[in-house]
């Protein structure tokens, strides 16, 4: 999983990883199989009426549950929250008796005479409050939507759920949908007709890890090293297209392909975007959550096409890279994952953090970014995951995540975990003269494990250990499970990195996660926030607190083209002319001056040590 936050961060103030594969036939008998029925077409009050027909039920009480927890999210969700009307039935019609246990679950009695469930399901995105971060908001591409006649985001769990001790049953899903939705995903249909889908998973599992968006048909295809690689786009005005963004999408994963090289078998994946038109029953949750063949991404359809690509990059590149942990290295937690009493794993600085350093590493080792915005990036991690807490043991963080106080640190897998992974890196180059590194070890990993055969937790460091050096196993039981803070500044110095302190030019409408300006939602409106301390960009211009930006340089602005604004304000120089139309209680003033930037000393990175050039080069490109 992976969020962004740029976008959130503006996004905030508008309103002031697994086993499975494709589909496969099987011979099993309608007893030995979990058949669902979803009906796309017959759309009432916003709700999608779903029909289980029951496997053989031996025992006189059954549960049915939905997830209150899928792999990859590290929340707790409950999608049985989003489920009503749920009624049982025996083979003539009579109702069952049944009882709702929790949010997420259902008892049925009388459950040898058992035939089908039904119930009606709600979708996620359009009750989101906020961006998923403080609340208890789904995180959008983990989420549902039902739009009729327009879009359909199936994360199957929240559509589909199992019986008590029958989730490794075949499930046959029928889906009947309108003749103009296309259903993209990495399973087969293998119904013929333009109008209903059928598709056969080995078990529960494989089901959900198998999204499917239904839209307006609008997808490429292209095929990467024996991969196919599917691009499904959701755009509600059509501004965005698969085609527009495949271009980039194609050279990205071209270039993870050939980074991870023997490390991947996957024979098709998919990347299903869906873009939010902000409105108030919208997505708000902008970012990415992995499976084994796909990704799911949420994003804001306003952003320009550059930065659209650029977060595109960040979390498909994120997500693809968990093809390899936890798909074929993971834990017996994620391997035999309880939907609804979930043990969590100790290694998330592995399957998110190693995951997070390789999808930055790659692009440095392909040739994508520049050595200097390689170590911008890793000197950028080392300042977040400082300000987290450092001396929480990560492996204890992780085997909690779901609760307080670890559960706040939870976005240090994104800043420490991948440095994490970075230190081992340097470790394992290091020792090895330079010819192995962190992606070797993955390697052997997989070999020695893949995606049917899970570790036990307390093995893993061992199992490393062994893989690698002592040095290895004593940096993850002081740094990784123990509570010593990571003195990166040693580790980098094996490579010739040293610390540069820098002045750069901040963000005009942004201080952190603090935005500078805010929006009406009912005029649509930017103002300049009041109450807030302006920074140099608004004092030359005597810019105040609750001014409207109107225009700037003759371009109208609104929260229509919000991106817009944000995205040429990255590229203003010291002292370029500048003309801001505003509305200053109600009256139209135009201002004209000189921009001046806000300034800031940043801790960076920097090579500094030649004698260490080879070892270096070694990290970034071996």
Known sequence: MKKIFFALAFASFFWSCKTGGTAVTDT????????????????????????????????????????????????????????????????????????????????????????????????????????????????????????AGKN???????????????????????????ETLWGATSMTD??????????????????????????????????????????????????????????????????QKTFLGKVNATKKYSVLLYLSTMTPDDAKGFGALEHPTATTVVLPEMMPKEELVKSMIDVVSHEFFHIVTPLSIHSKEIHNFDYNAPKMSEHLWMYEGVTEYFANLFQINQGLISEEDFLTRIAEKIAHANAMND??????????????????????????????????????????????????????????????????????????TALTYPEVGTFLTTYVSGSTPIPY????????????????????????????????????????????????????LDLKGGDIIVSINNKPYSLTNIYDMITSSQNWKENDAITIKIKRNGVEKVIKGKVKLPYEQKEGLKASDATKKALKEAWLKG
């Not at 039904?118 to 591409?141: A, C, H, M, Q, R």
């Open 190 to 255: 293998l119904d013929a007709s333009t109008t209903n889908d059928l598709f056969v998973t080995s078990r529960y599992a494989e089901l959900v890890e198998n999204p499917i968006m239904y839209a307006k048909p609008d997808y490429t295809t292209f095929t990467i090293d024996g991969m196919e690689i599917l691009i499904g786009v959701y755009s509600p005005t059509g501004i965005v297209t698969a085609e527009s963004i495949t271009p980039e999408m194609k050279t990205m994963m071209t270039a």
């Open 28 to 147: 099993k008998s309608a007893t030995e199989t979990v058949a669902v029925s979803i009906n796309l077409n017959d759309i009432k009050d916003d709700k999608v009426i779903v029909v289980v027909t029951s496997p053989k039920i031996t025992t006189d009480e059954v549960t049915y549950s939905i997830p209150k927890i899928v792999p990859g999210t590290y929340s707790i969700d409950d999608y049985g929250k989003y489920i009503e009307n749920f009624k049982a039935f025996d083979s003539k019609g009579n109702i069952l008796t049944t009882t709702k246990v929790d949010d997420n679950t259902w008892s049925i009695k009388n459950a040898k005479a058992i035939a089908k469930v039904t119930y009606l399901v709600n979708d996620t995105f359009d009750t989101e409050k906020g961006s998923g971060f403080g609340n208890n908001d789904i995180f959008s591409p983990a989420g549902t939507n039902i739009d």
């Open 489 to 540: 500044d040693i580790y980098l110095a094996k490579v010739g990195i040293t610390k540069s302190i820098t002045k750069t030019a901040a963000n005009v409408f942004l201080k952190g996660q603090v935005p500078y300006i805010a929006v009406d939602q009912k005029t649509k409106e930017i103002s300049v926030k009041p109450n807030i301390e302006l920074n140099d960009f608004y004092k030359n």
């Open 391 to 464: 001396t929480m043991p990560f492996t204890t963080m992780s085997a909690n995540v779901l609760k307080e106080p670890y559960k706040a640190q939870y976005l240090n897998v994104y800043e420490k975990g991948a440095l994490i992974g970075m230190c081992l890196d340097i470790i394992i180059r290091e020792k090895s003269n330079g010819e192995r590194g962190i992606l070797d070890l993955m390697q052997k990993l997989s070999n020695e494990y893949g995606p049917s055969k899970p570790f036990n937790d307390n093995q893993l460091f061992a199992k490393i």
């Open 152 to 178: 359909f985001m199936l994360n199957m769990h929240g559509f589909v759920g199992y019986f008590k001790d029958k989730k490794d049953l075949p499930y046959h899903v029928t889906i009947s949908h309108p």
